[in-house]
């Protein structure tokens, strides 16, 4: 862990954040591997129930540190793709307060999170053809399954930047909000997926991330884990709660 990524934990959010605001966060491997770090660390703490992504200063990330591009001649085996497979495999659920730059991995990262707020001043980017590269991070499968092909095509292969009310329209971001309250915005989310029954929400996460499957198969997945869910306590909580007319406390069950 370096202090170019700082983690703290309020409640049950871990708040993990990108902080080299003098380079609008750009990354470097060592910064890679202190974000993988921080969300493995996260994922196996019980008193961590969501992991929030946020960036120091004025910026989320300008991406990759575009000096290291020019030294790295392989991504197997790195700091970057241990990241990203981390990232990708979280069971957790994932909020992320956008503003600044969120350019090339700043944006393909996004697809891997659950919940995203956007400050109104945002500006994304996928540039990599500008860069005379190709988009990572899976986002050439992603986006299009997000915006559709037409839509995907223009932000990969022309790799304009676009502000948060694009960002929006397309479905990337979830809202955007007035520039400083994105952090605020994203930790009232964080809070609330945080005080969610832990299980349901990430066997929900798990079904959301795997939409290959013919429909009559993920009935029949959904309804296997559906009848698990059954016998938790806190379905026992919720029906309690309905009937006492009561919110439910799901805070006291195991996390
Ligand atoms: N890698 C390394 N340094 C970066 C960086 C990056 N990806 N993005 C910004 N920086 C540095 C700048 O070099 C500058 O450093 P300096 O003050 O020592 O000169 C500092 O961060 C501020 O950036 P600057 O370009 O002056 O800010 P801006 O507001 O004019 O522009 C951006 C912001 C994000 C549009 C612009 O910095 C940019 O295009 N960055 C590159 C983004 C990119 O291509 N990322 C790689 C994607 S694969």
Do not use: W
Not at 93 to 105: D, E, F
Not at 141 to 164: K, N, Q, S, T, Y
């Amino acid at each position: 862990m370096t202090d170019l990524i700082v983690t703290e934990r309020d409640g049950f959010v871990q708040t993990v954040r990108m902080n080299r605001p003098e380079k609008k966060n750009a990354l470097t491997l060592a910064m890679y591997g202190g974000l993988a770090d921080a969300l493995a660390k996260g994922e196996t703490d019980d008193d961590v129930s969501v992991h929030l992504l946020a960036g120091g200063g004025e910026d989320f990330t300008a991406g990759n540190d575009l000096n290291d591009f020019l030294t790295i001649t392989r991504l197997s085996g790195t700091d970057l793709e241990r990241f990203l497979l981390t990232l990708a495999g979280l069971q957790k659920p994932v909020v992320a307060a956008v503003k600044g730059a969120a350019v090339g991995i700043g944006s393909t990262m996004l697809l891997h999170c659950d919940l995203i707020v956007a400050a109104a001043e945002s500006r994304f980017q996928f540039p990599f053809v500008n860069l005379g590269l190709v988009p990572e991070a899976a986002s050439s499968l992603l986006l299009p399954r997000l915006v559709g092909h037409p839509r995907a095509a223009e932000l990969l292969m022309l790799g304009d930047p676009f502000d948060a009310a694009r960002a929006y329209e397309i479905g990337l971001v979830n809202s955007v909000v007035p520039t400083g309250e994105e952090e605020q915005a994203a930790r009232a989310l964080a809070d609330r997926l945080a005080a969610r029954p832990r299980d349901a929400v990430r066997k929900t996460k798990a079904l959301l991330r795997q939409p290959d499957e013919p429909v009559l198969d993920r009935i029949q997945r959904e309804a296997r884990i559906f009848e698990a869910a059954l016998t938790s306590p806190e379905l026992r909580e919720a029906v309690a709660a309905f009937r006492e007319r009561r919110p439910a406390d799901f805070t006291r069950h195991a996390r």
